[in-house]
């Protein structure tokens, strides 16, 4: 059975296989009331899944903003996003950071063991996702980006010396099940749930992340 996210009536999660993109966005702008907003897709070309920007050496092939005012098409209304869809309904699911919640960007490894550590402490956790490049993307409330540095720094590490990076105004996330080239395709590592409705700030994240991410250095 699929599982279900709180709100004034129950809603399904979306799913990450078995449904269109265009769905998918439609259900993290009305079930999350996520803005959401088109990117890059994949073409093929000679049998190879190339980025529709042409850049062959693409980072993100399939996974990054398709214009520069990227910021200004994210909408978090459900019909809004449903006809940008349907213009291109291969086109990637990237969420703006900075408003409904900002991201901590850490390495796989060093994700994977926070979480753990997080379980033991019992930390309520918001979606976490895991992409293709070995990124973990923890969503919190938004205000991390100009508070993480300080919070890292009373914990005794210098910022610059952790790879840890709070994403918020200006940043963006790719969303499951967006797809990095022939890499895969981002994943949630912690689903949307009730019980993550309501996001954490990252004061109660923070210790345990520069934690793991101190010892990947």
Known sequence: MEETIAGTETAH??????????????RYAEERHWDVFP??????????????????????????????????LATGSATVARR???????????????????????PETAGFLALARMERMELTLGPV?????RRMHFFVLPGAAAKVPDLVRKLGWPPASLDLVALGEGSYVAAPPTRFGSRG???WACRP???????PDAEELISPLAYACGRER
């Open 13 to 26: 999660i979306p799913k990450q296989r078995g449904e269109s993109l265009q769905d998918t966005a439609v």
């Open 39 to 72: 990117g890059t897709w994949l073409e093929a070309a000679d049998g190879v899944q190339r980025c529709s920007c042409g850049e062959p050496a693409c980072a993100a092939p399939g996974a990054h903003p398709a214009r520069e005012d990227w910021a200004t």
């Open 84 to 106: 940008m869809w349907s213009k291109q309904s291969a086109a990637s699911i990237l969420l703006p950071t900075g408003r409904t919640f900002d991201a901590i960007d850490v």
């Open 129 to 133: 996702t895991c992409t293709p490049d």
């Open 185 to 187: 395709a981002v994943q």
């Open 193 to 199: 749930t009730p019980a993550n409705r309501w996001l």
